[in-house]
Structure formats: structure tokens, C-alpha cells
């Protein structure tokens, strides 16, 4: 299970509330190799069944992964079932409430740093690009997600698994209501909100095209943007 939207990590986050729990979490996380319920229960003195109730809470979560195998390595028949032993999903895990996605803003602007030194072309040139290529591989991960659904689906998933907010309107367009990287707008309102048009525009395009991002820095949403419908063309008669 990933943590990849805003409900998946306030419930990774609220499951490392309990401190026995968030110690067996730790544990894991510190372990060269993955740790089995009798470990853990024996490193932090707790009853195996109490171990194995925080590990699979934890794994249930996303926080774990769970592994199969026989101690010793042993196989066939007489070998015993399997133990369970349990990995570090994640090495870290944050939410907040607005959702908030400022490792994703940081991400993007890293990946144009780097470009910008490779190219040598200005960085101010290469976010609008890595923003547009991060918007689309979101899309286009999401439709992959959701193979069957309608093409809006993707663009939907991708505003709420960022944290927009999405609130559609009477006139078929969509107000976002939150900005994942509010507290950047704030103090760097142009690079933001210029990162933000070109993400959604191309994740937009990618979901089938039949919304466009506009500039709406005034509006009554909290981002920046607005999803419009996409004007149909003129037919030729």
C-alpha cells in the first residue's frame, strides 16, 4: 500500500500515535534487515501477540511491508510455515490538514536545478518544462491506476492525491480550493503559481483535454489556477 494520498498518510500518521506503536515503527526502521514479531517483542519487552498486533497495524497502514520465509532457510516438507518478518515501507511520513505537497514542489524545482546545470539553459526556462512533464507522468500514472474510468478520472485523482481540493462548478468548470504549496506562494507567489499552470495543464491535456488551466489569481479558489471546459472547435460546413 502506498501513501499516495492525503487520507493514506493522516492514517500512517495517526497509527504512530500509539508509543508503543511508534517504537515498534522505529525499530523497524533502525533494523539492518527485517524483524520478525519474536525480535521485536524481545528487543522492546512486549508479548509476541502484542509485537505482531503493532506490526500488522503498522503494515496495514502502509508504513510495513511483510516478507515470507522460513528461519534457518529451511525447505520442503518438515520445514515449518513461513515466519513473518516486516520491512520499512517508507523511511519517513508527514501529512497535514489542509494537505500540503511541498516534497512535490521541492522535487520539481530540484529536477530544474539539475537540468538548468546540465543544458546550461536558465532555470527560470526549466521549471515550466519539468513542471509540465511531472503533470503529465501524474496523469498518466493515474489513468493507469483507473484503466476502466472515464477520462476526467485521471485529473480528478491527480487533484486530490496532490491536495488542490477540486470543487466543480455549475458552468462545467473546477475551482480549486487549496494550493498544495501554500506557504511557498506566499513568498515566491510567481515561481509557484507559474509551477502550478504548467502542472495542471499538462496533467490536464493528458486526462483527455477536455478542461485547460488558466491563470486565476484572484478567484475564489485558494490556488492560483482554474481548470475551464475546452471550447469544441468550429466544424467547417
Excluded: W
Aim: net charge negative; glycine share 10%; hydrophobic share 40%.
Amino acid at each position: 500500500m502506498a501513501l499516495s494520498t492525503p487520507d493514506d498518510r493522516l492514517a500512517a500518521v495517526a497509527a504512530l500515535a500509539d508509543p508503543t506503536r511508534k517504537a515498534v515503527y522505529e525499530l523497524v526502521l533502525a533494523a539492518a534487515a527485517p524483524v520478525s514479531r519474536d525480535e521485536a517483542a524481545d528487543a522492546l519487552g512486549l508479548r509476541r501477540a502484542t509485537a505482531a498486533l503493532h506490526l500488522d497495524r503498522l503494515a496495514e497502514n502502509g508504513l510495513l511491508e511483510v516478507q515470507f520465509r522460513r528461519i534457518g532457510g529451511r525447505s520442503g516438507p518438515g520445514a515449518g510455515r513461513p515466519s513473518k518478518f516486516y520491512a520499512a515501507a517508507v523511511s519517513e511520513v508527514g501529512a497535514s490538514v489542509p494537505p500540503r505537497d511541498y516534497g512535490l514542489a521541492a522535487e520539481l524545482m530540484a529536477r530544474a536545478i539539475e537540468e538548468s546545470v546540465r543544458s546550461g539553459d536558465p532555470v527560470a526556462a526549466t521549471l515550466p518544462r519539468v513542471s509540465r512533464q511531472a503533470g503529465a507522468d501524474s496523469a498518466e500514472a493515474a489513468r493507469a491506476d483507473a484503466a476502466t474510468g472515464a477520462p476526467g478520472d485521471a485529473l480528478q485523482a491527480v487533484l486530490r492525491n496532490t491536495g488542490y481540493r477540486p470543487r466543480p462548478e455549475g458552468d462545467g468548470s473546477v475551482t480549486l480550493l487549496e494550493c498544495p504549496f501554500h506557504q511557498l506562494s506566499r513568498n515566491h507567489r510567481e515561481t509557484v503559481c507559474g509551477m502550478n499552470l504548467e502542472f495542471l495543464g499538462a496533467a490536464a491535456a493528458r486526462s483527455g483535454g477536455t478542461l485547460r488551466a488558466v491563470p486565476d489569481p484572484d478567484g475564489a479558489g485558494g490556488c492560483c489556477v482554474r481548470l475551464e471546459p475546452v471550447a469544441e472547435s468550429p466544424t467547417s460546413e
